[in-house]
């Protein structure tokens, strides 16, 4: 899976074994517009990812990260919270023509949570 988050307040351990990416100098304003999207995930599939001790097994966006998933798959994600995809902290996250599905979450939002 891939953790996106524009600072340090997050730490690897909300996503082990996954690659997390520091958008901090991308971000200028709380509101993105459909270009200023920090990252574009597209045509992309996440299958079987696990977030052990937080949340998003396929995603997570945190503390005003910004993503543009289109045309993606997420199957089979496993987290505490948002198994497939996860929006934290005033997080931007816009999805379309993807499809989340067999995601399951121990606490809240099986395929996606938004927080």
């Known amino acids: 899976g891939i953790f996106v988050y524009p600072s340090a307040q ?4 909300l996503l082990a074994g996954a690659k997390a990416v ?3 100098a991308a971000l200028s304003a709380t509101s993105v517009a459909d270009s200023a999207y920090a990252v574009h995930a597209a045509g992309c599939t ?22 543009k998933m289109t045309s993606c798959t997420v199957r089979r994600g496993m987290a505490r919270d948002g198994g497939g995809v996860a929006a934290l902290d005033s997080a931007h996250l816009r999805v379309s ?13 099986g395929g996606v949570v938004s927080e």
């Not at 996440?46 to 993503?67: H, K, R, W, Y």
């Open 10 to 13: 997050y730490g690897q351990e």
């Open 97 to 109: 023509r993807s499809l989340i599905t067999h995601c399951a979450a121990s606490d809240t939002g």
């Open 46 to 67: 996440f299958v079987n990812n696990t977030a052990l001790l937080g949340a998003g097994g396929g995603l997570a966006v945190a503390n005003m990260g910004s993503v």
């Open 22 to 24: 520091d958008i901090t």
